[in-house]
């Protein structure tokens, strides 16, 4: 029986580069120009196709392995071999066709299907297409292409990705077959092994849903406050003399209500996309971020547009000690229009909030810092506040969020500190 052996052509430069993917099986008919293996260097990943065509009858490589120049991929059987053999099974091909079709009913690992699929169920895409699949942990064999003869391209990757979050909760299987590390960590060194606490648990399921459904875009900016803190730190009792003590978030709280007012569509949420509907709250509960010891938690404060400053604060040390001790009502945590997170007492100045679904913003503070600001012709020191604006794409573009942020600097600013204590 004639054989013919497929080796690596010429490559360029490179050698020992690593195969990321094998394309066919032993078994499989092959026709010329099919792709066969994926290899991959530091700079680009490449299909090497076939030259010949006939029946696969051994693989040499697998995934993992490095190759050059000349080295063996597979052997393949002579074309008219293999369709001498056909021709005597006929019978024998119209029951594989027959079994192929109740195939996706079985539950096998992507590995025993890839090796029983036939040349026409491997999916074209390009090597871009397909790294970028493995990046996000995604098994192309499962995207459905949109281009032609089902070729899959980036775009169908992300529109598969997207439509996952709408199945948060995984089934018992589903987390048995992720990927896990080839090497367990107990191989490096001495570990540890603990529970995740029970509120951080809870909170993942929203945060991979809110990361994954939301077009997330943040603004960067910086909110001159030196008023406002002078304003703070003059505030005493008329009755005792005694300082008043005012917790800085309650005057932003303030200000970012102010802001909602006049931007209407930050205080909305959408459910469903797909609806094109979305809801406006004439609500303003603004929902801010307490560290605790067991995780994050979000409480709202209610009917904030309706409160002073100094209930503000008093009830923002109430509900962290509350969050704290565990003894929030669950019905607290939900309802807000827009959140508040603040790293103040801890140190840092911008970062990337995660949206506290289904809100379509959340603000992000930073510690103040005093800087030399150039103003009027001169250098003056003042207090500015890093503030990260991340916002819904879908809802909100970047002009209006650039809006939405400077209204929100001037509510912080010169001469409203004051209007916002009354």
């Not at 992300?158 to 077959?177: A, H, Q, Y």
């Not at 007492?345 to 103040?368: D, M, Q, Y």
Request: charged fraction near 30%; proline fraction near 4%.
């Amino acid at each position: 029986m004639s054989e013919t052996e497929i080796k690596v052509p010429n490559i360029g430069d490179f050698k020992d580069v690593e195969i990321i993917e094998v394309l066919v099986s032993e078994g499989q008919i092959l026709q010329k120009n099919d792709p066969v293996i994926t290899i991959e260097s530091d700079k680009s990943s490449v299909e090497i196709p076939s030259n010949f065509e006939g029946k696969i009858k051994s693989l040499k490589l697998k995934v993992g392995d490095k190759v050059s120049e000349g080295d063996l991929i597979l052997i393949i059987e002579n074309k008219s071999q293999t369709e001498k053999s056909e021709e005597e099974k006929p019978n024998i091909e119209k029951e594989f066709k027959k079994i192929k079709v109740i195939k996706p009913e079985i539950k096998q690992p992507s590995s025993v299907k890839q090796a029983q699929s036939s040349s026409h169920e491997v999916p074209s895409a390009s090597p871009k297409a397909r790294k970028f699949a493995r990046e996000l942990g995604v098994d192309i064999t499962q995207v459905e292409g949109s281009e032609k003869d089902g070729r899959v391209i980036e775009n169908d990757i992300k529109k598969f990705v997207l439509s996952k979050p709408k199945n948060i909760n995984e089934t018992k299987d589903d987390k048995r077959n992720k990927i896990k590390n080839e090497f367990e960590h107990s191989d490096f060194g001495e570990i540890e092994i603990k529970d995740i606490p029970r509120v951080k648990k809870l909170s993942s399921t929203y945060l991979i849903n809110s990361w994954t459904t939301i077009p997330h875009v943040t603004n960067h900016d910086e909110a001159d406050i030196t008023e406002m803190e002078n304003f703070r730190s003059s505030l005493t009792n008329m009755y005792t003399g005694e300082k008043i003590k005012i917790t800085p978030l309650a005057f932003i709280i303030k200000a970012l209500v102010a802001s909602l007012k006049k931007f209407p569509s930050f205080n909305s949420s959408i459910d469903e996309i797909e609806t094109g509907k979305m809801t406006l709250k004439k609500y303003f509960h603004i929902g801010i971020a307490v560290d605790t010891p067991n995780g994050l938690m979000v409480p709202k404060i209610r009917n904030v547009n309706n409160k002073k400053i100094s209930l503000l604060s008093k009830e923002l040390k109430e509900v962290s000690e509350l969050c704290r001790n565990l003894k929030i009502d669950k019905k607290e945590l939900f309802g807000g229009s827009m959140t508040i997170t603040s790293l103040g007492g801890i140190g840092g100045s911008f970062f990337t909030p995660i949206i506290n679904f289904p809100e379509v913003a959340i603000l992000g503070v930073g510690k103040s810092q005093k800087k030399q600001i150039f103003i009027n012709g001169k250098f003056q020191t003042r207090t500015m506040l890093p503030i990260s604006l991340s916002y819904d794409h879908r809802i909100i573009d970047g002009a209006e969020a650039a809006r939405f942020n400077n209204d929100l600097k001037e509510n912080l600013g010169k001469n409203f500190a004051y209007k916002l204590a009354v």
